[in-house]
């Protein structure tokens, strides 16, 4: 038995291994796996997004389980931006440090109170013989004011977390893993996932 996860986002990848090594099975990138396949996220949800992704790939590869994350930033001062369109936000090619920029001035004037934001993610797994797992996990936060950290990716440095007084891009990857949407998302699957590892 083994895990395919289909994701092309080596910053998830990371972070996606350290969470589940603790399972008796390996886990494989799409790389790893020989599958190469670009998804059309055409969903209305992250949910929905999750399980195109690991239905899509799991066709590909129907003897292995196959996990997808899809997952994003929710900034309430801009109802809810860039949401699901957290890596297509100004462009997939446009660098982080632009898209993060942009997001700091558009709360330009935006109080503290107001900068709420929380990143949330959809895990699905799709079993062979169609059966589908799914969980769900978030973390709140508020949007600094300047990137701060080197760790994680995308939208870390201008994630804040006001009770660590720290972005999630200063936090080590041990400590994100513990209080991110990734982090409790993939945590409630595996429990979902042993029986059907064990089988
Ligand atoms: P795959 O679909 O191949 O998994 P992707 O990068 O396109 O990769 P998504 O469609 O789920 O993935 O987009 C999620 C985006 O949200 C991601 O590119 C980041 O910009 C952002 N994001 C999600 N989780 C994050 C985290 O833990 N830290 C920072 N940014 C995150």
Request: charged fraction near 30%.
């Amino acid at each position: 038995k083994r895990i395919v996860f289909a994701t092309g986002n080596e910053g998830k990848m990371k972070e996606i291994r350290m969470i589940l090594a603790d399972l008796q099975v390996s886990v494989l990138s799409m790389k790893e796996a020989g599958l190469q396949i670009d998804v059309e996220e055409n969903g209305k949800s992250f949910a929905e997004n999750a399980d195109i992704k690991a239905t899509a790939i799991q066709k590909l590869s129907p003897g292995d389980i196959v996990l997808a994350d899809d997952s994003g930033l929710e900034i309430d001062a801009l109802n809810g931006e860039p949401g699901i369109y957290s890596a297509r936000y100004m462009g997939e090619d446009t660098s982080y440090r632009i898209k993060n920029a942009n997001l700091i001035e558009r709360l330009n004037g935006v109080p503290d109170e107001k900068r709420t934001a929380r990143f949330v993610c959809a895990i699905s797994a799709a079993l062979p013989g169609g059966k589908i797992l799914r969980s769900r996990g978030t973390i709140e936060g508020r949007i600094g004011y300047e990137e701060r950290g080197a760790n994680g990716f995308g939208y870390d440095p201008i994630f804040y977390l006001p009770e660590y007084g720290c972005s999630t891009a200063e936090l080590d990857p041990e400590t994100k893993n513990k209080l991110s949407h990734r982090g409790k998302a993939l945590e409630a699957i595996k429990e979902e996932l042993r029986p059907f590892l064990e089988e």
